[in-house]
């Protein structure tokens, strides 16, 4: 029954196993366990007296305190415009706890009366309508479980050396949850859009307006108007009481506290989608409208912060995610690039959404660098770092989906390199 | 097949014919008036300007009161974004990303001020008073001139330097 390093199938080199291996290491782990305490009677110090009481509302553990939102960036001299990221590096699984979710405001977060708040349809429809929470939640309900990724996630890689900083403060600007509401399509269809109408521009409650175009196509395809986020109301950073869901689709166009839908004959160029969110070229031209996220992969353990104190089997954990639909296939090298080894995928792969993946590794202890490569259903393949910049304004920080690399150190400590 | 497993799968039948249902219609009828008080959308053709107008020397004062602090002596930066110069940057290694070198339409320069400046008291300024400081940007980066007049008719028609300077990454 117990498993010795030597039985490992090895996959690739410097000791990375068999993608089904660290399931029966893990087995053998707890199995460990289960011995060391079968002999004694023992109670532990929390076992002796009734727990806590119930209460309205549940909190993390208080030795779980350590995993909040980080690299909260602030634009200067102001107090609502900028990011908070998601701790990639102390979670598990695919959806991300709504309190930890990523944010990015331009003028802060309303504090919006839902009994005075309406979505208004106009424009370019038959009937002028306006809908308030109450009405929407009688509409038939759909469940969207995808990620909501922010373009200028991992911006950060742009730089010319590799920032030192944790996995979330890297790459958080992405999350996952499960996001509740009606069908746009079914409300548009109730206004009745006119022929001539192709696009509408969907205006945020915030104190910035937030304004951006979206294409009648994604709206009548799969845009949702969210109520719910992880099965309870939207919270207030995240566009509370209703905001726009457009799955795979870059984060700031999913418009937050939706307030006004505009059918119209073509995109408004709002300031949010040509001064920001285009992405500029090396000639000095600039793309508009590159609305899915690409292909992308991280290894969320081991990463800095999170040490590997002995040599042993140890799981390499991470998500992959693509905007044009499901993961595919997850590549792992623990050698720089060498070789590669799939990775095991947890049993939840679904379209535009966090995928979580596994491998097993035996560290030997010496220096390595590991990456990922996410590979999506359509044949799209995460690009490396060399063949992202193809093209790319030294100046564009936007839609970087370049594979990422870890080095661990003798120490079992792991910095950021590039490759 | 057991007798709860059948009354089961008509239970499923039923929830997937209602998942389906037509809308329930419960959408307000909203009047013209009540929309113009929410529609802040400028398109590129100019179509959703209010009446109003302004010259760019009455904007260099309200620019002066309302906007210096955050966007620096003649829009050079401050301690937030550069709104000019940076002309011939962007094919460049540090491409400077201005309304004057880069931005594509004028009509997005009313819009979002209107929409989100000044940035602790949007919504405070009057449509006379947005054209001035729109014609105020456009004169500090050289694209119209001091005595420029900007309404809902002049606006449009201000061709920006980098207006052919984007492509289409969507295909509609």
Redesign the interface.
């Known amino acids: 029954m117990k498993t010795s390093p030597d039985d490992f199938v090895p996959a690739a080199g410097n000791g990375l196993l068999d993608r089904r291996v660290f399931l029966r290491a893990g087995a053998a782990g707890s199995l460990g366990l289960l011995a060391a305490s079968a002999g004694a009677q023992e109670r532990p110090a929390w076992a002796k007296l009734p727990g806590e009481g119930m209460g309205p509302a549940g909190a993390p553990s208080k030795h779980e305190a350590h995993i909040r939102r980080g690299h909260l960036s602030l ?4 107090t609502g ?1 900028g990011a908070s990221r998601t701790p990639l590096e102390f979670l598990d699984g695919i959806i991300t706890p709504s309190r930890l979710h990523f944010e990015r405001h ?2 802060g977060i309303p504090d919006i009366d839902p009994r005075l708040h309406k979505l ?4 370019l429809v038959r ?5 308030d929470v109450d ?2 939640v ?3 309900a759909v469940s969207r479980i995808q990620f909501l990724e922010c373009s200028g996630n991992s911006g950060v890689l742009t730089a010319a050396e590799p920032v030192q900083a944790s996995c979330g403060s890297i790459h958080g600007l992405v999350s996952a949850s499960e996001w509740g509401g009606v069908p746009l399509s ?2 548009l ?3 009745g859009v006119e022929p001539r109408g ?1 696009w509408l ?1 969907a ?1 945020g409650a915030d ?3 937030m ?1 951006r175009s979206v ?1 009648l ?1 994604k709206a009548m395809d799969d845009a949702i108007v969210a109520l719910y986020q992880n099965g309870e109301p939207l919270r207030p950073a995240n566009g509370y009481p209703m905001r726009l869901f457009l799955p795979g689709w870059e984060g700031n166009i999913s418009v937050k506290w939706l ?2 839908i ?1 059918v ?1 004959d ?1 995109p ?4 949010d989608e ?2 920001k969110y ?3 070229r ?10 899915p996220m690409g292909v992308k992969s991280v290894i969320t353990s081991p990463s800095p912060g999170l040490t590997m104190r002995q040599r042993g089997v140890y799981q390499i954990a991470g998500i992959a995610w693509s905007g044009a639909g499901r993961i595919a296939r997850v590549q792992i090298s623990v050698d720089g690039g060498n070789s590669w080894a799939d990775a095991a995928l947890d049993e939840h792969v679904l379209p535009k959404c966090l995928t979580r993946f596994r491998a097993a590794w035996n560290w030997d202890g010496g220096p390595s660098v590991i990456m990922s490569r996410a590979l999506d259903e359509t044949g799209a393949i995460q690009p490396d770092r060399g063949s992202w910049f193809d093209g790319q ?3 564009n920080f936007y839609h970087y989906n370049a594979v990422h690399a870890w080095q661990v150190g003798a120490d079992g400590e792991s910095t950021h390199v590039y490759v | 097949m057991s007798m709860s497993s059948i009354s089961g799968s008509a239970i499923l039948l039923c929830i997937a014919t ?4 037509e ?8 009047s013209q008036s ?2 113009e008080q ?7 053709d100019g179509s959703g300007l209010p009446a109003g107008s302004g010259t760019a020397m009455e904007g260099q004062a309200l620019f002066a009161t309302h906007c210096i ?2 966007h620096g002596e003649d829009g050079t930066g401050g ?2 974004d550069r709104l000019a110069g940076g002309h011939g940057s ?2 460049t ?3 400077a ?1 201005t ?1 004057g070198s ?4 004028a ?2 320069l009313f ?2 001020i209107r ?2 400046m000044p ?1 602790q008291s ?1 919504g405070t300024l009057t449509p006379d008073e947005i054209y001035a400081l729109t014609a105020y940007v456009l004169f500090i980066n050289e694209i119209v001139d001091e005595n420029a007049e900007l309404d809902a008719e002049a606006l449009p028609a201000v061709r920006m330097p980098n207006a052919d ?6 295909q ?1």
């Open positions: 634009q200067t001299g102001t415009s331009h003028s208004v349809i106009h424009g009937r002028p309508l306006e809908f009405a929407l009688r509409y038939p079914v409300l269809d109730e206004a192709k521009v205006d104190a910035a307006m304004s294409p196509e307030r006004t505009k119209t073509g408004a160029m709002t300031r040509t001064s285009s992405d500029l090396e000639d000095g031209s600039a793309r508009l409208f590159t609305f304004s030294r100046g | 209602t998942a389906i249902a809308s329930p219609g419960l959408g307000e009828p909203v009540e929309i929410l529609d802040f959308v400028v398109m590129p602090a955050c301690i937030n962007l094919a290694d540090a491409p990303k309304v880069y931005w594509p339409y009509t997005t819009d979002y929409r989100a940035y949007p300077g984007f492509t289409w990454d969507y509609p």
